[in-house]
């Protein structure tokens, strides 16, 4: 961070006389000698409007004179020591708010972030982040102050909410949300209740309600859960029933209806019906839910008894649950079996609810233009194959890696830039996707938790808030990792306002044709209200397994405190070497951005261990006098000419039996080769050079790789198939001399 840049932004403010930024417990800090009329307000606005988020000081003192060195130099070792010992000693007061209201606020503040506040001290720089501003609006919901976590995270300060609070009253901001009107909403039910009776299904659903954007799109899942000594079958069964007796969406079905806005429809049956249990010896890992009869109950639990304990296989469609929710029941599950009552949870409903508004208001329409312009000119650069042949049937293949980056260095680095943990492996993932495909434009996808709106107890409901949203930027436009991180944090906030629009619907103002993928790559940051907290001991997920539709799912997550790493692919297309390199290489990456942030893009590759990289025979030696592929082209020209060196079949006629074939002799390989890097000599060619070839397979390819061996240089192999912007990447990294096609 340039401190200077910092302070020379601060006298843009009117009023302040000098300056000086500094860094104290790891808090920007900015000090300013001002006139009687100078707000520290004014300061902040200007630095806000002028300076990245990251650069933005948390905190603004202003002070009558500055102490300065006996040279005239502003003592900063001075600035610094006073502003530590002041914080030591001084505790922010409940008489520092200037209202109650803003009191309260502090209250919530503090009990989430674990650390006393002053009314206008950055929440960032405490480490405030979506996880944790998601547990604040929560509390503040609990005390009638109504925001979502985009206003909290953009308020910063106990004052800024208070303001953001009174902003949303004046506009008449609501928690309700209208509800479908019968005459739109009856069709649906009757159709509904005509498809379950085509099927063949006698009984009557307890509801039927909407589908979310998410719900349609979603996919399968299975997961493998273990029980404690004790537990029986009888048991478990009674705990799922109650658990899903008081979460609607567990005990959930859905109908195809085809209808205008609603492809689907969710059935809400009265309780679990006795076909989801089965009792097993083995289980049955290759359950699909691809039938209509299948989705009127997708969730299926498979028990089984196993040396005295039971294990249950749960297959579950992810139109019932995402990750975050997943913890909720197994939490509910373990309450029930040790004969607690369980915690009593908003409904999926109130969620979808709060989406159809969105969907039907102005704000759709915001979100819209957004997107259109995030994406514009978006080419999707997907996978290349790192498989040697095309014949590797198409399956899912997973990996994982335990990181050795320590939690305390990362969390440092957050509240240093005043961003969020995932920012640092999305900026590695960022960074490794532009260099696989040699561009600067890079996108991939990152999975949202959903629960940022503001709809009382989104934190508790149990149903898939989650929604996967492009993440596009370009490194042309970036100078060093801190920009990169800073970039991306800021798109991740937009994200939060511009969330709730479905992926399918971002895909259509992107401009990407139909038939392709927006992206192919899949970010997820797993991380729960709940931390890293040990889960039950009466019951335990050992397994699981996604049936995914990237080619590259990467999943970062904490456990214990130590960062885990799983890496779900295309077998297809990747192997799983690469893939360990990858995982390995993303590592390498985040610890260099979590402890040089102000390293320069072009030379991260630099700090990066030999391991990782694409280097081979890094220790080259030199055999003077050994003999080099010309050197034996040359040595069979003279002694059998007439030999065959190269054979090319062109052409095929199989009814008639035609063939016609292309011929080199030893002698016209030689002959031709050696007039070609004759010429290369001439254009300044030789020993440590590079010429880039551009050919498909032909003669004239073996001719072009023997005359630049010939001449002393190395050669580049392209295929003319390789995209434009791919190939000139490659041709500038290696610094080529010449460009052959």
């Not at 479908?180 to 099927?199: G, R």
């Not at 205008?260 to 429809?265: N, V």
């Not at 198409?394 to 005043?418: C, E, K, M, P």
Request: aromatic residues 6%; glycine residues 6%.
């Amino acid at each position: 961070m340039e401190l200077g840049e910092v302070e020379s932004t601060i006298y843009k403010a009117p009023g302040v006389r000098s300056a000086a930024a500094c860094v104290a417990d790891g808090i920007l800090v900015a000090f300013v000698s001002r006139d009687t009329s100078l707000d520290p307000a004014a300061v902040r606005q200007v630095c806000e409007k002028w300076l990245p988020k990251f650069m933005v000081p948390a905190e603004i003192i202003c002070m009558d004179e500055l102490p300065r060195l006996p040279s005239g130099k502003i003592d900063r070792k001075a600035l610094e020591s006073n502003y530590t010992s002041s914080k030591e000693s001084d505790v922010p007061a409940a008489s520092s708010f200037a209202s109650e209201v803003e009191e309260n606020i502090g209250t919530c503040v503090e009990h989430i972030l674990h650390a006393p506040i002053g009314r206008s001290g950055s929440l960032a720089a405490l480490g405030l982040d979506s996880l944790k501003a998601i547990r604040l609006a929560s509390e503040l919901r609990a005390i009638s102050v109504n925001l979502d976590v985009t206003s909290i995270l953009e308020a910063d300060s106990v004052q800024g909410i208070t303001l953001a609070m009174e902003r949303s009253l004046v506009k008449g901001a609501s928690d309700s949300t209208p509800n479908l009107t019968s005459s739109s909403w009856d069709p649906v039910v009757d159709i509904t209740h005509k498809t379950l009776s085509s099927l063949g299904h006698s009984l009557t659903p307890q509801d039927v309600l909407p589908c979310s954007p998410m719900q349609v799109s979603m996919i399968a899942e299975s997961m493998q859960m273990e029980f404690g000594n004790g537990i029986s079958p009888i048991e478990i069964r009674s705990a799922f029933r109650l658990v899903a007796d008081r979460n609607e969406i567990l005990r959930s079905g859905f109908v195809e209806v085809n209808m205008p806005g609603h492809p689907y429809a969710q059935v809400v049956w009265e309780s679990l019906d006795d076909s989801v249990f089965v009792e097993c010896d083995t289980f049955h890992y290759d359950m699909v839910f691809q039938t209509p009869q299948h989705m009127l109950h997708p969730f299926q639990i498979q028990l089984k008894s196993l040396s005295g304990e039971v294990r249950a296989l749960v297959h579950i469609h992810h139109a019932l649950y995402d990750g975050w929710s997943w913890e909720h029941v197994m939490n509910d599950l373990g309450t029930s079996l040790e004969k607690k009552l369980c915690k009593q949870r908003p409904q999926y409903r109130t969620f979808v609810d709060h989406i159809s508004s969105f969907l039907s208001s102005r704000n759709r329409l915001d979100s819209i233009d957004y997107w259109r312009d995030l994406l514009q000119g978006i080419s999707p650069s997907p996978w290349p194959n790192f498989q040697d042949h095309n014949d590797i049937p198409h399956g899912l293949g997973v990996t994982q890696r335990t990181f050795s980056i320590d939690i305390n260095d990362l969390d440092a680095a957050t509240r240093n830039l005043r961003i969020s943990r995932q920012t640092f492996f999305q900026g590695a993932l960022g960074y490794l996707l532009g260099e696989y495909n040699g561009t600067s434009d890079v996108i991939f996808g990152s999975v949202s938790s959903g629960r940022t709106i503001p709809v009382q107890g989104i934190e508790d409901v149990i149903g898939p808030c989650i929604n996967t949203l492009p993440v596009r930027f370009n490194f042309d436009n970036l100078r060093n990792v801190q920009d990169l991180l800073a970039t991306i944090h800021n798109l991740n906030r937009k994200s939060l306002t511009h969330g709730l629009l479905p992926l399918r619907d971002i895909k259509a103002v992107s401009g990407v044709e139909p038939s392709l993928s927006l992206f192919d790559t899949l970010f997820v940051w797993q991380d729960t209200l709940n931390g890293h907290q040990e889960s039950s001991t009466i019951v335990k997920q050992v397994a699981s397994a996604d049936f995914l539709e990237f080619c590259l799912t990467l999943e970062v997550e904490i456990k214990n405190d130590v960062l885990c790493a799983k890496a779900t692919f295309q077998e297809s297309t990747l192997s799983t070497a690469q893939v360990d390199i990858f995982l390995c290489q993303l590592e390498e990456l985040a610890s260099i951005f979590i402890h040089k942030p102000d390293l320069s893009l072009k030379h991260v590759n630099d700090e990066l261990p030999i391991s990782v990289l694409s280097a081979e025979n890094v220790r080259f030696t030199s055999c003077p006098g050994s003999q080099g592929l010309s050197d034996g082209v040359k040595e069979v020209a003279a002694l059998d000419p007439e030999r065959t060196a190269v054979e090319f079949l062109e052409t095929f006629d199989p009814d008639l039996g035609a063939v016609s074939i292309q011929k080199l002799t030893y002698a016209e390989l030689n002959t031709r080769s050696g007039r070609l890097a004759k010429q290369l000599r001439s254009f300044g060619i030789g020993s440590g050079s590079l010429v880039s070839i551009v050919l498909e397979k032909s003669l004239g390819l073996y001719v072009s790789i023997l005359a630049v061996v010939d001449a002393g240089a190395g050669y580049v192999p392209i295929t003319p198939q390789t995209p434009t912007q791919r190939a000139l990447s490659i041709i500038s990294e290696a610094s080529c001399r010449l460009h052959w096609n």
